[in-house]
């Protein structure tokens, strides 16, 4: 057996040192090569060198960590009053006039009230000045257009309730309860005609000023005139159909009975026992009138509870027919059951 040398041993650890690197540099070539021919850009676009050590994310960084708190509370979106949702408009009335924006019937309210304020200031100095006749009778021009505005109201009613019951009855309505539907353009027609006639029904209280009647001009006659025609802005702008044609069939019925009352008062003059013999159903059309406002709020309990139709217009009903009954209410307690009515009523005995 050979003994082999100090210098032997170290010559062939050298030797496979030199092997080792020979075979790492081979390895690196290899893998700078394979690299170069997958990502052939990183042999031109040197890379930006960061003076902080590139950091590897592990795939479970991004992982949301449950809380063991108990969750805070929504916050509630505050709801507006009555839940007012007068938009989306129609798309059957947003190019009619009057319908999309309510500056026309605001500008029209405005100048009613205006005309209303002037009419008391003016005939109120004159009624302190000088007493009016009661026989008298009005000019005849005046008695003229109080014909002509009762007989067109007259018409104009029937051909509203007409129309309103024959397109609810096409349309295969139930009484309460009814859906708006676009498509149902006749009926919106018909709405949207209900709803310019309580514009032109400001004539109610310029005829009265005109014919000097204070007394007619009250608060329940300029409430009443001046909130129905918002209340009927909003339906002809929000839905012109469905259950809306409940209220405005009533109505136009009661304007049928109403302004032909009105037409037979002007027809047979001041005549207190012609009054009497022709006029005598007086009450009953207040009473009529209770009735339809009563039908109403029993509509609107039942469409806010069962009904499609927007829930806005229907609690908006609501309470507007409770502030009309209360009013014409007290109207018919001060005008037929009151102990000064009673005095009244017999005198004219």
Known sequence: MGF??????RRDV???????????????RDYATARLSIHPLRATTPRRMSSRPSIRRPPFADARVPSLDPPLPSRPRPRQALDWEVHPISPVTKDWIAVASPTILLTSLAFYFLVVGLGFATLSSKAASSAKDPSKKDPLWIRSLVIFHNVFLISLSLYMCGGCVLEAYRNGYALWGNAYRAEEKALAHYIYVFYVSKIYEFLDTFIMLLKNNLKQVSFLHVYHHATISFMWWMIAHRAPGGDAYFSAALNSWVHVCMYTYYLVSVLIGKDEKKRKKYLWWGRYLTQMQMFQFFLNLCQSVYTSLYSPYPKFISHILFFYMISLLGLFGHFYYQKHLSGRAKRDEKKTQ
Do not use: I
């Open 4 to 9: 082999v040398g100090r210098g032997g041993v």
């Open 14 to 28: 050298r030797d496979a040192e030199g092997a080792s690197r020979a075979r790492l540099l081979r390895a690196a």
